[in-house]
């Protein structure tokens, strides 16, 4: 009885019950609507696993949500409520493009200028809502929601001044071809590149029919280089004890509002990031006028509750939601049922997430009526 209470108590294990609830609720709705769960969920494996590209395509996915799922998770840990990533990944996304086009120089400074202008957006945004919070006391929710809505139309903005805006469409020039971080982009599409790959299925497949580009790497050192800023460094420490009792830390000695100002920096250069890495390692290289928000940041969002904000465990979450998101247009196209039950899906493990403090309560009622019972 001991050891099932330990394993309920697990973080990890409240995750999986709020998956597996996400998959049980998605199974009612489609019997409801008349089709096969077992047919939906086979469609969508199949469409994250069936093909070489399949698999490519889902990681490429998962790269920007996996970083903005660790901007709000840093913020989490250190006491803030992050919900501006939409924006700062997009403020990113101008940046990178802004500086892509203007400037020409060797792969080897193009890229870093590139990302790094991302970068410092995103940062910038970011530090706006900590700045705010920090000397105003203006709740950091109201202005990165605010924030989000400047950024979106600052990028309708852009795309639309003379230099940037590619005549006959609704987007910017790409970026020049020295700031790709797509692997081997030249090389791949020349005829020696084809040939080279065409003998190799698998190779060719996830070469030649996806966008495969470094952003998945920068994204895993980027989780471990939260974890310990966050566990294993001092700036980490005073950051998390802010988020924990701003009052015991500021007794403490912390700066608080310091620290504050520096966790929304680094959480808006997360996102900023996110948005440089879809620039430079998928095309069209370049933003596009926006209807509404494509919801990297937001999906961050959900990445980091379901990942508990440890910072390793978005990338695992990421990597799920991404596998959701891409894998379930394949449910559409398959049996006919809408892709919607996805949507449907991640908001009920969300939903089950935010109730994970349960499963340790009811695994202590567990444990006391077990010992009541051996009385």
């Known amino acids: 009885m001991k050891t099932v209470v330990k ?37 969508l494996f199949q469409g994250v696993f069936s093909k070489p590209k399949y698999i490519s395509n889902t990681i490429i996915k998962s790269t920007p949500i996996i970083l903005t799922g ?23 996304t101008i940046a990178a493009t802004v500086v892509g086009i203007k400037l020409n120089l060797p792969a080897v400074l193009e890229i870093p200028t590139v990302i790094i202008a991302g970068v410092i957006a995103g940062a910038v945004w970011g530090g706006i809502v900590g700045f705010l919070k920090a000397k105003f006391g203006i709740h950091e929710v109201i202005t990165s929601i605010m924030l989000n809505w400047i950024a979106l139309y600052l990028c309708n903005f852009v795309v639309q001044l003379n230099g940037f805006h590619q005549p006959s469409s609704t987007s910017t020039y790409p970026i020049n071809k020295s700031g790709f971080t797509t692997i081997l982009s030249s090389w791949k599409s020349s005829d020696a590149g084809i040939a ?20 998945i790497v920068v994204a ?41 100002i520096q966790s929304m920096v680094i959480s808006g250069a997360l996102s900023g990031l996110a948005g440089a890495l879809i620039i430079t390692g998928i095309e069209p290289h370049c933003i596009s006028t926006l209807a509404a928000f494509e919801n990297s940041g937001f999906n961050g969002l959900s990445v980091a509750l379901i990942a508990g904000s440890s910072p390793i465990g978005c990338i695992f979450a990421g990597l799920l939601f991404g596998g959701l998101l891409y894998g379930g247009g394949a449910i559409q196209s398959t049996i006919g049922a809408p892709s ?24 202590d009622k567990l444990l006391k009526r077990g010992e009541i019972n051996a009385k």
């Not at 697990?10 to 998605?26: D, M, Q, R």
């Not at 080279?196 to 030649?208: C, G, I, Q, R």
């Not at 039950?341 to 403090?357: E, H, N, S, Y």
């Open 340 to 363: 919607e039950i996805i949507d449907i899906m991640i908001g009920t493990i969300v939903f089950f997430v935010a109730l994970t403090k349960i499963v340790p309560v009811l695994a």
């Open 196 to 215: 080279a790959l065409s003998k190799n299925k698998w190779l060719s497949d996830v070469m030649l029919k996806t966008d495969v580009n470094i952003g």
């Open 70 to 92: 660790l901007s709000v998770a840093f913020a989490f840990k250190t006491g803030l409520f992050n919900i501006g990533a939409e924006g700062q990944y997009i403020v990113g």
């Open 220 to 260: 895993i050192i980027m989780a471990v280089a939260v974890w310990v800023l966050l566990y294993k460094s001092a700036k980490g420490y005073e950051l998390r004890a802010v988020g924990l009792n701003k009052d015991a830390a500021e007794f403490a000695g912390i700066n608080v509002n310091k620290n504050i």
């Open 7 to 43: 394993i309920l108590k697990k973080p990890l294990t409240s995750t999986l019950i709020a998956i597996f609830f996400g998959f049980v609720v998605a199974s009612i709705i489609l019997s409801i609507a008349k089709y096969n769960p077992a047919d939906a969920f086979a469609a």
